[in-house]
């Protein structure tokens, strides 16, 4: 039996506003994420990259169209059902790492399981683990302002990725670090789809979109074309 796509965008649109003023941020979107895959969203400034991956984690709601993850389909749940799946199966990574400032490294990778329910005990046990997997076990008790801009990335893949989460969503996720960090929290997203999990990556870099299976090139809000990453040449070629 052939195994459903982990994420599913099916004719996904977004407008901002209405009338004279409307702005349109994407147009029939079709885009499927598999179990094992790393898909590269690339395009220019304002083409609905970050758009569609707000979309893609249930963050925001489009105008028409459907998104489907792990067979849920979100235009079917209520807002607290898709908060829900959103703390138990998606993993986000930001730019700017959204870390809570107040929190250690352990305290912010194991909050998400316990406002979902886990027992502090088990939650903490869990976020040991994702830090060792980033290898920051001997960080775990210090602050974000104590840690490096790298080590604050790794931080937050391993909030992304605690508890098993299978869809990690990742926007930008190097742009604020050096190319040799970047590349290492590149190397730990690759590592984690290559165990199991789905994930999208943004980025304007033909380099960083080199670590995808796949390349999906945006313009304007619609798909123009795809390739598979080895093809990311010949794709720029043909976007410019």
Known sequence: MTEHPLLRLDGVAMQYGSGE?????????????????????????????STLLTIAGGLTQPTSGEVIVEGNWLSEMTPRQVATLRRRSLGFVFQDFNLIPALTALENVS???ELDGWKSRRARRAALDALAVVELSDRATHFPSD??????????????????????LADEPTGALDSTTGEMVLRMLRARVDA?????????????????DRIVFLRDGRVIDEAAARGVGSLLGAAS
Do not use: Y
């Open 196 to 212: 199991g999990a789905g994930g999208i990556l943004v980025t304007h870099d033909a380099r960083h979109a080199a670590w995808a």
């Open 147 to 168: 840690l490096s801009g790298g080590q604050q990335q790794r931080v937050a893949i391993a909030r992304a990725v605690v508890g098993g989460r299978s869809l990690v």
């Open 21 to 49: 003023t409307a702005v349109t941020a994407l147009v029939g979107v079709d885009l499927e994420v598999a179990r094992g895959e790393l898909v590269a969203i690339m395009g220019a400034s304002g083409s609905g990259k």
């Open 111 to 113: 909050l998400p399981l």
